[in-house]
């Protein structure tokens, strides 16, 4: 089986949970169910790792530590690229390296999602263009403000308009079993909600 490789961006001021929880969703994917599968990775669906500009430790946010897996200059080749948010990504704003570095990974990928804040610099790149997208409730206007084309939803929890996007922190883990729907199947999903606990949130119009 061929895993499909997930990079998580982080960068310092990162939100923790924006990072951690699709992490905790994507990795501990299996395609065999039952807690037994999740002892080794012969049927994770799904690679996850870290990478970070320089790859040298940063702090989260709360000053947690955090040693990234990658540099952008070492990264392996990224399928599945998850841009988190916090109070860091003001700073990507104005980071060309960080930028061209994603630019260039989404043009390859063949996801792109965010979270909370992260939709932020997606739309900076131009990549939320005419589609519809959300953000952290306390973003929304940030976001219309940087690209006025851009359909912001304020209810949902996520959005697909060919990027995913997800709201604020915990939303990142709803985004991240809708991705795992979208690409291993709902059985798969709930599966792995199951595992971890976690009463899955999905949109109230999916079945």
């Not at 870290?50 to 200059?73: C, I, N, W, Y």
Request: aromatic content about 6%; proline content about 4%.
């Amino acid at each position: 089986m061929e895993k499909r490789n997930v990079g998580i961006l982080i960068f310092d001021d990162v939100e923790v949970l924006d990072f951690a929880g699709p992490y905790e969703v994507l990795s501990r994917t299996r395609l065999v169910p039952g807690a037994e599968s999740r002892r080794s990775d012969e049927s994770a669906p799904f690679r996850v790792f870290t990478v970070s500009k320089t790859g040298e430790m940063l702090r989260a946010t709360g000053g947690l530590q955090v040693v990234p897996d990658h540099s952008f200059e070492n990264a392996p080749e990224i399928g599945i690229l998850v841009v988190p948010g916090g109070f860091g990504t003001r700073a990507l704003l104005e980071d060309a390296e960080t930028q061209e570095w994603i630019r260039g990974v989404a043009a390859r990928a063949e996801n792109v999602t965010s979270v909370c804040t992260g939709s932020l610099v997606l739309a900076k790149l131009g990549l939320l263009s005419g589609r519809r997208a959300t953000t952290h409730w306390g973003a929304l206007d940030l976001l219309r403000s940087i690209d006025g084309t851009v359909e912001v939803s304020a209810e949902e929890r996520f959005v697909d308009d060919g990027i995913l996007s997800s709201a604020g922190v915990s939303a990142g883990i709803d985004m991240a079993f809708h991705l795992v729907e979208s690409l291993c199947g709902k059985e798969c999903a709930d599966e792995t909600a199951r595992y971890i606990d976690y009463p899955r949130n999905r949109q109230p119009d999916s079945d």
